[in-house]
């Protein structure tokens, strides 16, 4: 039987499994963890796009070039070890109307971390990244979390961002796969999350070439998580968009 201290990081499994069954489980999953952000609660067609593990001097400018072609907007959930040498890079994903939040300072499963190598380690992205733009958001490293780690992301003033579409990019890197996920899954409210970097860098492109035309033509607006959470209907986790 799971501890409490565990009980976290096996319920956001449980959620990533989710991404393939109906949205219901996603909600009961989301209702009992009120501290972390799984999806909001939206009466308007409206979602977040997330994208994590850049910088890439490589991929990014990419992924940013389709979100200003599509007038769309994304959260960049950034490790801090790759922010070296792509300062012009952040600031540009900055400037253009993008977000960018801790994912920790290196690709790694944050859930395996001590609770002081945990806290190191969000200092220490923390430190990097604040030099661009105020920090909300944290998305620990694959997706796992527990109490521990929870009160150490709010004892720094950082609130925990999972979602509730994720295609399982880095695992089934294959653009047809990722979009038919996506799409299959996708209601008002949501969360997506993709990766940057590498070969997951140039499956999002693929992607988001093909996503983001099929969710305009579909009445979507793709924004950053701050901005779907502040949206007047916003009421995250309490009741599932209809």
Avoid at 91 to 100: A, H, P, Q, V
Avoid at 148 to 166: D, E, F, K, N, P
Wanted: hydrophobic share 40%; proline share 6%; aromatic share 8%.
């Amino acid at each position: 039987m799971a501890s409490k201290s565990s009980a976290g990081g096996v319920a956001a499994v449980a959620l990533l499994l989710s991404s393939c069954t109906p949205f219901s489980l996603t909600s009961r999953i989301a209702a009992s963890h009120p501290e972390c952000v799984f999806y909001a609660s939206a009466s308007s067609r409206v979602v977040a796009l997330t994208v994590d593990d850049g910088p890439d001097s490589s991929t990014t400018p990419q992924i940013l070039n389709l979100l200003r072609r599509h007038s769309a907007h994304a959260t960049f959930f950034m490790i801090s070890s790759r922010a070296a040498g792509n300062d012009s890079l952040i600031r540009r994903t900055l400037r253009e109307g993008n977000e960018i939040g801790n994912h920790m300072s290196r690709n790694e499963a944050s859930i395996r971390l001590s609770p002081r190598e945990f806290e190191r380690s969000l200092i220490e992205a923390d430190t990097v990244l604040r030099k661009f733009a105020t920090l909300r958001w944290l998305r620990p490293g694959s997706g796992w979390f527990n109490d521990s780690m929870i009160a150490t992301m709010q004892r720094h003033r950082y609130r925990c961002a999972l979602g509730s579409v994720y295609p399982f990019d880095p695992q089934l890197p294959f653009a047809r796969y990722s979009l038919r996920t996506i799409l299959g899954h996708v209601r008002p409210g949501s969360i997506i999350v993709l990766h940057d970097g590498g070969y997951k860098g140039r499956n999002t492109i693929r992607v988001l070439t093909r996503l983001l035309p099929e969710l305009s033509r579909r009445g979507y607006s793709v924004v950053t998580l701050s901005q779907l959470m502040s949206a007047p209907e916003e009421a995250a986790k309490r009741s599932p968009p209809q």
